[in-house]
C-alpha cells in the first residue's frame, strides 16, 4: 500500500528495531534535542546563576536536596504569614483595630493571589526553580515591610496597675470610681480617636506583595517535584516537603507565643507583668526572624536547574505509562515568553473543558473557605478558656503540629503501600474531609461564659439608680474583676462602684468599700479556666486536623495527573487563582464579621468611637464558627465526589480534543510499525502521524478517551 510506503521510512529511521510496544528511549528523541548536550544543556540540567555552574554544586542537584531545600523555605515562609494569627490581637491592640480591619489585612494578601496566578501560571510552568525562589524573596520583604511599623509606632508608656507589685514612684492608676486620671498615661493602647491609619495601610501593602510572592512557590513546587520524581516516590515526596513546610505554621504559633512573652520594645517597664492589660508583646519578632531566613533560602533555591538531570528517567517512565510525550516535555522546555503568552487563553479552554478538574477546584474553595478561620483560631481559643496569647500560642502550636504530622505520616504510609489510580485518590481525599467534619464540634467543648455586669444583665439598682451610678466610668479600659459571692464580672473597679485602692491578699488584688457588692471583689473574671475541657477539646481538634490532613499528599498527586503534563502549572494557577478569589479572600471577611458581631464589650473614647473589642459573647461566637466549618467541609467532600465520578478511569491524564493542542514535527511521536498495523487495522482510519480522525489521542499517548 501506497499509505504503509509513506509511513515506514520515517518509523525505520526513528525504530531501527521495529517491535511491538514502543520504547521510551525512542519517545526521548525531541526532549534530547532540548537537553542533549552543549552550552544549551548546561544551562538547563546544571546548578548557578546564568553562565556561571560550576561543578562543586553539582552535589547538591538531586530530588532529594530540593524537597529539603524547598521544604525548609516554605518552613519559614509560613511563619512570615502564620505569625500573624497568633499576633492579631497585640496587633489590634497596638493599632486600635478592630476584627474586620485585621480581616481585610489578612484579604489583601489573598486580593493580589487571583490576579499574580493569571498572570504568572503559565511562565512559571517552564522557569520553576526560579520562579519559586522570586517569589519567596518577595514575601521576605514584604514580612519585613509590615514589621517596619513597628519603630513608626507611638507605645504608650505603661504604669503599675492593682494587679502589680507597686515599685515605682509614679501613681498608680486603679481605674476607681471617681478617680481622676492622668491624661499622659493611657493604659490598654491608643485611644480609638487617635488611630494612624497610616500604618494600617502599611500592612495591607506589605500582604498584597505577600500574595504576589506566595504564588510561584503554590503553583511551581508540586509541578516540579512531579518532574524530579518517580510516581512510586512522589506521594512520599510530597508528605515530606508538607510536612517540613506546613509544620512552620504550628511552630510560628508556639515561637510566635514565646516572643511575646518580650515586651515590645526589649525592655520591660518597671512593675509590668505578662497577662497585664497593659502588656504589649514583641509582635514584630515573630515577622522579622523568619524573613531573615526565607531571604537566605531563597538565593540557594535560584540556584537549581530548570530541568534537574533525575528528571530524564522519570520522563522516560510518563512516556512509557502514556501520561506524556517527549515532544511535550521539548515544547514546554524551549517555549519564549511570546509563546507562553499566546498559548495561555487555548490552554485556559482545555481546562475549563475538564469537569474532573472543574469540581476538584470548586470544592477546593469551600476547603479555603474553612482555612479562612485559621488565622482567628488562636485568638478564639485563648477567648474559650482564657489564656493569654502566649500560653495559648504554645498549647495550641503543640496540639496542632501532633495532628498535623500524624496525619501527613499516615497518608504518606498509605501511598506507599500501593501505587493508587488517580481516580480512587480523589476518593480518598472525600473519605478523610468527611471523616474529619464531626471533629470541629470539639470547639463546643468551651469555659461558661462569664456574666457580665451591665452588659449580659443589668446593674444591681441603688435608690432607684445602677450602683455605679456617678463614678465617671469609660469604656476605654478593661480591668475585670469578680463578685465571687453573685458570680458577676465587673469591667473594671470603677464599674463594681469600688473607690477606695486594693489590697493585696497571696497575691491577689481585694477591693473593698464597692457600691456594687455587699462584699469584697477581687482582680481578674469569675469564670475558671477549665483545663480538662481544653485538653479534651483540643485533642479531638487535632485528631479531626490530623485526619484532614492525611488526605493532602493524594490532593496533591491528584492535579498532576487531572491534566496533560503541559498544563499542570496552568491547572495549578486557576486552582490557585480560583480558590484564593472564592475562598481565601470572603473568608478574613467573613470571620472577622462573625467576631465583631460577637462582641459584647467594645473599647469606646470619650467621643463614643469604637476601638478594639475586650469581651466577646463566645456562645454565639462559636455556634455560627462551627456550624460554617462544618458545612463547608461537607460542601467540599460533595463537588470532590463529582470529581471522582467524572474523572475517567484510566491510569493517565484526562484526555482532551486534539485541536486543542498543537504538536510539532509530529513524526517524532510514530510509534513503530506493528503498533500502526494493529491501530489501522482496529480503527481504519489512522491518520499518518498516528492521530484519530475522529480527534482521539495520538499512538504515542496510548489513552482512550472516558
Known sequence: MDSSTVITNPVIELEPTATAEKCPRDEMTEYQKIDGGGKGDRTISQMGFFSWRPKFLEIFNKPAAFVVTFGLSNFFLVQCVGTLSIMLPTIEKVFNLNSKETGLILM????????????????????????????????????????????????PEPVATSTMVQNTDVKPFHSLCNETRPDNIDQDGPDAASRNYKYYWMFIVGAFAQGIGATPPGIAGNTYLDEIFPQSQFGIAIAVMYVISFIGYPVSLFIGGAYLTHYVTLKTPEGLRIGDPAWIGAWWLGLLVPSAFVIVFSFFLMLFPRQMPAAKKVLEEKIKKGITTSQEKANELKRSLKDVTKDTIPAFKRLLKNKSLDFLVIGDIFMFLQFGAFSFFPKIFAMMYRKTDTVIGQIYGGFTCVGFIVGLVLGSILLKRKEWPPKKLVLIFVITTVISAPFMFSLLLYCPTDTYAGYSQPYSNVSGQPCNAGCGCGGDVYRPVCDRATGLTYMSPCHAGCSAAPLRLNQTSVYVNCSCSSGTVEAGSCGDTCNGR??????????????????????????????????????????????????????????????????????????????????????????????????????????????????????????????????????????????????????????PNGNHANGNRSGSTSTEEK
Open 108 to 155: 489583601a494578601n489573598d486580593i493580589a493571589g487571583p490576579v499574580a496566578g493569571l498572570i504568572l501560571a503559565n511562565y512559571c510552568s517552564s522557569r520553576k526553580a526560579r520562579s519559586i525562589a522570586i517569589g519567596m524573596l518577595v514575601v521576605a520583604i514584604a514580612t519585613i515591610f509590615q514589621m517596619s511599623t513597628t519603630f513608626y509606632a507611638e507605645y
Open 534 to 687: 481544653m485538653i479534651l477539646s483540643m485533642t479531638l481538634y487535632a485528631l479531626g486536623f490530623g485526619i484532614g490532613f492525611s488526605g493532602f499528599s493524594a490532593h496533591a498527586i491528584i492535579y498532576q495527573r487531572v491534566v496533560k503534563e503541559v498544563d499542570r502549572t496552568l491547572a495549578q494557577g486557576l486552582r490557585q487563582t480560583a480558590t484564593r478569589a472564592l475562598g481565601t479572600l470572603p473568608a478574613p471577611i467573613l470571620f472577622g464579621y462573625i467576631l465583631d458581631e460577637s462582641c459584647l464589650i467594645w473599647k469606646e473614647s470619650k467621643d463614643g468611637s469604637r476601638g478594639n473589642c475586650f469581651v466577646y459573647d463566645v456562645d454565639k461566637l462559636l455556634i455560627v464558627f462551627t456550624s460554617l466549618l462544618v458545612a463547608f467541609k461537607l460542601i467540599c467532600s460533595i463537588f470532590h465526589a463529582l470529581s471522582w465520578y467524572f474523572y475517567p478511569n484510566q491510569e493517565g491524564v484526562v484526555a482532551v480534543e486534539l485541536e486543542d493542542i498543537e504538536l510539532e514535527n509530529p513524526l517524532s511521536h510514530v510509534p513503530s510499525m506493528t503498533n500502526i498495523h494493529h491501530h489501522a487495522t482496529k480503527e481504519g482510519e489512522d491518520a
